[in-house]
RNA sequence: GCUGGUGUGGCUCAGUCGGUAGAGCAGCUGAUUCGUAAUCAGCAGGUCAGCGGUUCGAAUCCGCUCACCAGCUCCA
């Protein structure tokens, strides 16, 4: 603690810099405890950082107490960051022992410096920053130990990575320790289950939620709002099939893509017969509603929307909750227009995802990043540099134009152009894509897709795919996990608790519930067996937005006592009641 | 797919050294009719994820499979 006699010194580093010496003071613990551990890389990172090793041994969560401690003696050493660099060759012969640094440096250009960094006896390939000694480390916490690949790549060695986090002080480190707990409770994992949104059964299989009355519910509400608001804004709503011969795959390309993610039904192998798939995305079927008969410039632009059940076979480890799912419905879309046109539509689609996250309350959650090809790793695309070029270009146009906040990516582009996604932190902090908006110069030409233009000529349109409000079964995770279950009113499964104090009451109340269900509320009366609502659970409750409790006083004044999640509201008539609510549904308040 | 962890009645968990399963909540029945979650009494509920092995004997030990969790990789 501080005390008025000792204030809390102004450190002239920031806290990115006090985590990456951190996690050079872990290295150099791990090394004291495991003399021949290999090192690999340590950077800080958002709210942490990590350390990655190649060790004899399988760390478990209970060896980090015992590497913490070694780090204390570390930091009460007060070693000093010292900063020296090399040429190649003394590097090289510096890091002999240490196989991933010598590929580090072998992999740096030939005329970078080589900056090493030492503390005590240990000593670091490293660009820094670093803290002037290691005393300045006052809390720290290692959390949890996992794998990671070497460098990134599946197809290298798995070393097994340290997560920890560091702080300024104490109290700060332990209000971020209480800040993970507090998130997990909010984890759509847990309350969704425990709310009864979905479930999962080993029978049914990895990746394949059941979706229960309350998320069913939600989804239709959603599915409703989307379905309208995408009819208001011209667009044609379409319904395509499930599944279709692998043909179709393979004139998008899908299938020299994505065949190993995708459900075949039929001997793949085989080239004679017929097989299957059933379908990833949706995109080549509303292709074929435009393909229908000739269309005219005059014609574009169309815009198809479509709620579409995809089916993706993820890999067995990439599942989770409702975010990750081997079936899922998107909010699906395809504007087929002219080269003059892909702007406004363009806009229009970035317009419309506003609106839904304004709606949802979202907006401040998510950030905007523009997804670029790789140049380097031309297989996974088609189409030319050039036009890659012209469409990223074309797409960046747009987005400044539109003064829009956004990041830019390299490689996660869509293998047929440039992508907006609008990405969302779960509680875990990990990023998904929850909307996305590209624009397609490929596939129009794969599928012969024309318009006759004024001037005669038969030419091929840009094509924006785009979601409105993304996959349903991952904005509902969203959403529980933003509001911790206590979805706004308009989309509450359950929106007006009933409560009646004793049985006296509950002929009254059975009446109050269905005058609400009429005024198109959803309900919920606790009447098993004549008893009384007050056993509706407390767990539940707190997640209803409004509760109405009526005993003796409320049934002779004609009115109900209402109790609203944000505190109570007062007695008022059951009409004036359910006007307010209305109101609010109306207005898909929050 | 990879690394690690987990898997006992609907839920949360206990189960010592292998001797054949226990609690609370939920459910059901009855009593209670109580102003903002857990009133009283009783009842019922488990092939200990599944399969195989070791053993006289396995929830406990071993193997495989499935599912769940965290991280990595992937994500049209």
């Not at 150099?28 to 690999?40: G, I, N, S």
């Not at 209480?178 to 979905?198: M, P, Q, S, W």
């Not at 395509?240 to 020299?256: G, N, V």
């Not at 993820?314 to 799912?325: A, F, N, P, Y």
């Amino acid at each position: 603690m501080n005390t008025p006699d000792s204030p809390r010194p102004v450190p002239e580093f920031d806290l990115q810099t006090l985590r990456h010496s951190t996690s050079h003071v872990m290295a150099a613990a791990v090394l004291r405890l495991y003399p021949t551990a290999k090192l690999a890389i340590g950077p800080a990172i958002d709210n942490g950082f990590y350390y990655d090793f190649d060790l004899d041994t399988q760390l478990k969560q209970e060896d980090l107490p015992a590497i913490e401690a070694e780090m204390k003696k570390i930091i009460k050493e007060r070693f000093a960051f010292t900063r020296f660099t090399l040429p190649r060759a003394e590097a090289l012969a510096a890091v002999a022992d240490q196989p991933y640094k010598v590929e580090l440096i072998n992999d740096l250009p030939a005329d970078a410096e080589l900056s090493f960094y030492k503390m005590g006896d240990f000593t670091d390939l490293c660009a820094g920053p670093h803290i002037d000694h290691t005393g300045r480390i006052k809390a720290y916490k290692l959390l949890s130990v996992t794998g990671a690949y070497w460098r990134g790549d599946s197809n290298k060695k798995m070393l097994q990575r340290i997560y920890g986090t560091a702080f300024v002080t104490k109290d700060e480190l332990q209000a971020h320790l209480t800040a993970l707990e507090e998130a997990k409770k909010r984890d759509h994992n847990k309350i969704g289950r425990e709310l009864e949104y979905f479930t999962t059964t080993e029978y049914i299989g990895q990746g394949l939620p059941i979706l229960m009355p309350k998320g069913a519910k939600v989804l239709q509400l959603l599915q409703r709002f989307v379905e309208d608001e995408e009819e208001r804004r011209g667009y044609l709503l379409t319904k395509t099939p499930s599944l279709a011969k692998r043909d179709l795959y393979k004139i998008s390309t899908h299938w020299d893509h994505y065949r190993d993610g995708m459900f075949v039904i039929g001997d793949a192998e085989d080239e004679e017969s017929e097989v299957f798939a059933l379908r990833p995305m949706t995109c080549p079927f509303q292709f074929q509603v435009y393909l229908a008969r000739m269309r005219s410039y005059r014609d574009l632009p169309m815009r198809f929307n479509e709620t579409a059940t995809l089916f993706r076979n993820e890999s067995s480890g990439e599942m989770h909750g409702l975010i990750r799912v081997r079936q899922f419905t998107l909010s699906e879309g395809h504007i087929v227009c002219t080269p003059e046109q892909v702007e406004n539509e363009f806009v229009g689609c970035l317009d419309l995802v506003n609106f839904m996250l304004d709606t949802l309350g979202l907006r401040e959650d998510v950030t905007y990043r523009f997804s670029k090809w790789d140049e380097n790793n031309r297989e996974k695309y088609i189409g030319s540099a050039d036009e890659w070029n012209r469409t990223q270009a074309l797409m960046k146009n747009i987005l400044d134009h539109l003064k829009l906040d956004y990041v830019e990516a390299d490689g996660e582009a869509a293998f047929y152009g440039p992508k907006l996604d609008i990405q969302m932190k779960n509680v875990h902090g990990k990023e998904d894509t929850i909307i996305t908006i590209q624009i397609d110069f490929q596939l129009a030409a794969r599928f012969e897709m024309e318009y006759v233009d004024a001037d005669g000529q038969r030419k091929h349109p840009y094509i924006i795919h785009r979601s409105s409000i993304g996959c349903y079964e991952r904005t509902l995770a969203m959403l529980l996990e933003k509001y911790a279950g206590a979805l706004p009113l308009w989309l509450a499964p359950t929106q007006v608790a009933v409560l009646a104090l004793t049985d006296r009451h509950h002929e009254y109340c059975r009446e109050l519930t269905r005058q609400l269900q009429a005024a198109g509320l959803r309900v919920e009366l606790d009447d098993r067996n004549e008893k009384i609502g007050y056993k509706i659970r407390e767990a539940q409750v707190s997640k209803v937005p409004y509760m109405l409790i009526v005993g003796d006083k409320e049934q002779e004044t004609n009115t109900v006592s209402v109790r609203a999640r944000d505190g109570d509201k007062g007695a008022m008539t059951l009409q004036e009641f359910t006007a307010m609510a209305v109101q609010q549904i109306q207005n898909k308040e929050r």
